[in-house]
C-alpha cells in the first residue's frame, strides 16, 4: 500500500533525510576536492592552458552523453542503489587520476566521473523527492544546501591537503575512503521499496494506464520538460557567471586586486547557499512558483542595477542577489519535473538535468563570444536575461509541495 503522507515524520523517515542529506554532502564534496589540485596536475603533465582546459571539458561532455541513462538506472535498480553505489565507484574512479600519464589519460578520466555524476545527481535527486513526499512539506532546497557545503569542505580539504603538500594519491586515496564509507552507511538508512512507493494511490494505476497517461501527456510533457529545461539552464547560467567570469569583471573592468576579485564567486556561493537552506520554509509559505519568480526578478533588477553603476560593493551585491535569486530555481524545476504525469520515475529529472548540464556546457562560450564582440560588462546581461526568462517561465512550476 502506498505510504499517506505525515504530518510528524517517523523515526525511519528522519533517518531517511538524514541519509540522503549524507548523500548529497558527499557528492558536492568528491569532485571538489580535486579542484584545488589542478594546479599541480597541470604542472606534473606540462599542459598549457588550451589543453589543460580541454581536458577539464571532458568532464561535462561525460555528464552530457551519459546523463539519460540515469532514468534506467533509477528503474532498474532504484534511486537509493545507484546514489549510493554510484559515489563509491565515482571515488574509485578519482584513484586514477594521480596515475594519469598525459591530458588524454586526465581527460578519460573526467570524462568517467562526470559520467558518474549525472546519475549520481538525478538518482539522489529522485530519492531526496521520495522523502519530501513523505514529510509533506519541502526539504529539497536544504539538501541542495547540503550539497553546497559539501563542496565547499571538499575545496577546503583538497586546498589543505595541496598546502601540507600531501601527495595526490594519498590525499584522494583518504577521500575515497573517507565519501564511500559515508556512503555505504547512508545506503542502510535510505528508504525501501519502488520508487513510486510514496505518491497518492492514484498515481499508481498500474501499467496499463501509465502507457495510456504517456499516450495523453506526451505533447504537454514535452513542451513542459522543454520549459523546465529552460528555467534550470537559466539557474546554472547565473552560477556560471559567478565562477567563471565574476573574478575576470572586477579585476579587469572595475581594476581591483586578485583578492578582491575571487569574492565574487564567494558572494554569490554563499548566499545561494543562504537561500538554499532556508529555501524551504519560504516555499512552504509561498510556493515554490512564486518564490522562483520572485527570485528571478531579484536576480535580474539585483545584477542590472550592479552593471548600470559599476563598482566593487555594486558588484560583490549584484552577484549575491542573482545567488540568492536562483537558489531555490533548479530544486524547483526538479521537483516538477518529477510530478509530470505520464512519465516513467525517474525520466522528468533525467531529462531536466541533462538540459542543466547543457547549460554549464554552453554557457562559458556564449557569454565569452558577446564579451569579446563588447565587453565583459554586456556579456553579463546574460544574467539579467536568465533572470528574467525565469520571472516569465516560472509560472509552469508547480506551486506546492506534494502531498
Known amino acids: 500500500m502506498p505510504a499517506a503522507p505525515l504530518t510528524t515524520p517517523t523515526r525511519q523517515v528522519r533517518l531517511a ?35 589543460f582546459g580541454t581536458a577539464l571539458a571532458a568532464h561535462p561532455v561525460g555528464a552530457l552523453l551519459a546523463g539519460l541513462l540515469a532514468g534506467a538506472a533509477i528503474r532498474r535498480f532504484r534511486s537509493a542503489r545507484v546514489a549510493s553505489m554510484g559515489i563509491v565507484v565515482t571515488t574509485v574512479a578519482t584513484l586514477f587520476i ?13 570524462f568517467v566521473v562526470g559520467a558518474l555524476d549525472a546519475i549520481v545527481d538525478v538518482a539522489q535527486n529522485a530519492h531526496g523527492l521520495r522523502v519530501q513526499r513523505l514529510y ?17 569542505l571538499g575545496g577546503l580539504m583538497g586546498s589543505a591537503a595541496a598546502g601540507l603538500d600531501i601527495p595526490l594519491a594519498v590525499h584522494l586515496g583518504i577521500s575515497a575512503t573517507l565519501f564511500s564509507v559515508t556512503a555505504l552507511v547512508a545506503y542502510r538508512f535510505l528508504l525501501p521499496g519502488p520508487e513510486d512507493a510514496e505518491r497518492p494511490a492514484e498515481a499508481q494505476d498500474g501499467e496499463p494506464s501509465r502507457r495510456a497517461g504517456r499516450r495523453s501527456f506526451t505533447g504537454a510533457a514535452v513542451r513542459m520538460l522543454a520549459a523546465l529545461g529552460v528555467l534550470a539552464a537559466c539557474g546554472t547560467l547565473v552560477e556560471d557567471a559567478g565562477a567563471s567570469w565574476g573574478a575576470l569583471y572586477l579585476s ?14 564567494v558572494a554569490l556561493q554563499v548566499a545561494m547557499t543562504v537561500g538554499r537552506l532556508s529555501g524551504d520554509r519560504v516555499v ?7 518564490v522562483v519568480r520572485a527570485g528571478g526578478a531579484l536576480a535580474a533588477i539585483g545584477m542590472g542595477a550592479a552593471l548600470a553603476m559599476p563598482s566593487v560593493p555594486a558588484a560583490l551585491a549584484g552577484f549575491a542577489l542573482a545567488g540568492l535569486g536562483v537558489a531555490t530555481l533548479v530544486p524547483a524545476a526538479m ?13 522528468g529529472l533525467t531529462i531536466v538535468s541533462w538540459l542543466l548540464r547543457g547549460g554549464f556546457l554552453l554557457s562559458p562560450p556564449l557569454v565569452g563570444f558577446v564579451a569579446d564582440l563588447t565587453s565583459l560588462r554586456v556579456g553579463l546581461l546574460s544574467v539579467v536575461l536568465a533572470g528574467a526568462v525565469t520571472f516569465v517561465l516560472g509560472r509552469v512550476l508547480v506551486n506546492r509541495t506534494p502531498a
Do not use: C, M
Open 136 to 152: 509533506g512539506r519541502s526539504i529539497v532546497n536544504s539538501l541542495h544546501g547540503v550539497w553546497s557545503i559539501g563542496a565547499v
Open 284 to 290: 512552504d509559505r509561498f510556493g515554490q512558483r512564486t
Open 17 to 51: 533525510r538524514a541519509a540522503v542529506a549524507a548523500l548529497f554532502l558527499t557528492n558536492g564534496a568528491v569532485f571538489f576536492n580535486i579542484v584545488p589540485r589542478y594546479p599541480q596536475i597541470k604542472a606534473e603533465l606540462g599542459l598549457s592552458n588550451a589543453v
Open 252 to 265: 579587469g573592468d572595475l581594476r581591483t586586486d586578485a583578492a578582491t576579485a575571487g569574492l565574487a564567486v
Open 98 to 110: 594521480p596515475f594519469v600519464p598525459n591530458w588524454v589519460a586526465f581527460g578519460g578520466v573526467l
Open 335 to 347: 521537483h516538477t519535473a518529477d510530478e509530470l504525469p505520464g512519465l516513467p520515475a525517474g525520466a
